[in-house]
């Protein structure tokens, strides 16, 4: 992920290996990490059981709150595509019966958004 595009806030992909690595401790034992995006100092990972956010708070980041939601909690989700002059994508999450958003994250041009959206779908939908 370019600085740049970290500068506008927008995501990219994080392997698999370096998620576990670094937050493996927040699994459950049967639980596995699917996907993982990182903005500049958070990052948020879709596991097989749920949606983990994970906030660097303050001018250090030495406090973390990490928010965990659960694929059933989530009511809706939509998926906008970048269009041919724009830098990113966008996905936005609305949790429960909430009229607005919860969550809005913005995706560089190297994340296949409509991975993202398998994803999302996949388990939103059982």
Do not use: C
């Not at 995006?37 to 708070?57: C, E, G, N, S, V």
Request: net charge positive; aromatic share 10%; no cysteine.
């Amino acid at each position: 992920m370019g600085l740049f595009s970290a500068l506008l806030g927008n995501a990219g992909a994080v392997s698999q290996e370096e998620l576990q690595k670094k937050y493996g401790q927040l699994l459950t034992d049967d639980e596995n990490i699917e996907l993982g995006f990182k903005l500049i100092r958070d990052t948020f990972i879709f596991t097989t059981k749920r949606l983990i956010l994970i906030d660097k708070q303050g001018l250090t980041g030495s406090k973390t709150e990490y928010k965990s939601i659960a694929y059933k909690a989530i009511s809706r989700f939509s998926v906008e595509t970048a269009g041919t002059f724009e830098l990113d994508a966008e996905l936005k999450i609305w949790v429960s019966s909430e009229a607005n958003p919860s969550i809005k994250k913005q995706f560089n041009k190297s994340v296949n958004v409509y991975e993202v959206q398998k994803v999302l779908a996949h388990h939103v939908l059982k």
